[in-house]
């Protein structure tokens, strides 16, 4: 604690009188007193003073009062520009802002339109909620007869529904389907070609009983092409058209030849290349004769053609006439060689029912010629010759397919992947 000095030049104040003798202990410990120090090199004129117990709070008391001081004036300084920034700011929008009557009644036009739309929003939105209230009462109101009748009608719409969204699925998959549908049917015809190689290759093992009939029809589409398309599909029977556009009476308007040959490959039945003109007489004809170009070209114009119209490219070749009349009229190999650079395989038959028109033939002698024939040479797999423009053969195919039935026969289309491509030989004719 500090010892307040008195300034230079201050007069001390008078001392009490002490009993002589008794030392100076003023201000001293009663430690002090019962041990005296020794004298320190004090100027012995020198008195020390006594000391003042309340002087630092007294200091601090003062120290405070003055702080307080100091404040009040820093806030009366501070109300002062506060003051002052209000009034220039109530003089600025004074100054700047314009309370004129008509912005003060467009205003309150305003607030008061504004007060109406709003009210009129609160009473519409009261009025659809109470026509929610009530139909939701109508709804609870439902029970008996009532309720279990819209129970069924709502199980028989789901049913519906059901049934709709399987419908909508298979249309979509069909949709599909038909969005690539050359390439897909392409990829079926060779999936079941494939199935029917099969089956013949059981066939020719002995695995399997059944036995393969195709029964294949030259030069049309014809007059009786239809009718004979018509029998097939009632009767579940497919068979091989060779095609040529200009043989006997069609391409003449007599029948819708582009019509039959979609209808052709519609019904599962395989159409096939027999030459654009079939024309293949030894003196006058210009599909053997006028050499191997000519012939070429006969079979490209047919191939053509038959895609044109069935979307299919065609790629087995039935020679007019047959082969050994063709080999005898060009070099066999020229014939195969130009045959199989336009992707074909070629294929004559074993058994014919000789409706040519030189025997023209009536129904009976057709139907005896191929089961007869049929019969004789037994044949796991057979491919009859017949022509699809004589009407007698129609009548004659008619009776036949059930007999040919009977003998364990089934009639299939037949495809390049077939056996009886490579394995079948002329044995009438």
Known sequence: METERPETGA???EETARPEGTP???GLSPAEEESPKKNTARDPDRRPHKKRPNGNKRRRAARRKAADRTMA????VLLLLTGIALALCGWAGYRYVSFSPETYDSRVAELTAETDRVREDIRALEESLEEENERLRSDLALSGEEG??????LSAAKAENETLLEENAALKERAEFLSDIRNNTTALREEYAGKI???EDKIVAGESDVKICYWSFDDGPGLMTSAILDFCEENGVYVTFFTSREANETGKGDVDEPALLRRETMLGNSVQNHTNSHQYSRIAGNLYTQGIDSFREQVRLQDEWILENTGFKPDIFRFPGGSAWAYNLI????????LDALGYKHVDWACDVMDNLHSNPDAGIVYTRATWQIKQIDPPIAIILSHDWNINTYYGFMRAVPAIRDMGYIFLPLFSQSWAIDNTVIRFS
């Open 148 to 153: 279990k009748r819209a129970a069924e009608e």
């Open 331 to 338: 070099p066999k190999e020229e014939l195969l060689g130009a």
């Open 197 to 199: 190689r099969r089956l």
């Open 24 to 26: 100076d202990t003023a």
């Open 73 to 76: 004036a820093v806030n009366a």
């Open 11 to 13: 007069e001390f104040p």
